[in-house]
């Protein structure tokens, strides 16, 4: 199941974002969560940021938003 991340998916966002395997693809180094939050806070407030739920449990997320202006047909 899709839905728009909340924060209280903050701990298992934090934990999958930071996960050694994957934190190199990502947009950030690790860090304590302490320094994650705001960069988290100002994902869920964007309404692009969504999770994704198997089971009831949060296995992974993703962002999707639009260009602004005359490129607002493309999304990213």
Do not use: N, Q, W
């Amino acid at each position: 199941m899709r839905r728009f991340a909340e924060l209280s998916d903050l701990e298992s966002i934090f934990t999958i974002y930071m996960d050694a395997k994957v934190v190199h693809f990502l947009g950030f180094d690790p860090m304590p969560i302490e320094a994650f939050k705001p960069i988290f806070y100002e994902l869920v407030e964007s309404r692009c940021f969504f999770v994704y739920e198997v089971s009831g449990e949060l296995a992974g997320f993703y962002k999707a938003s639009r260009h602004p202006g005359r490129a607002s047909h493309v999304a990213y």
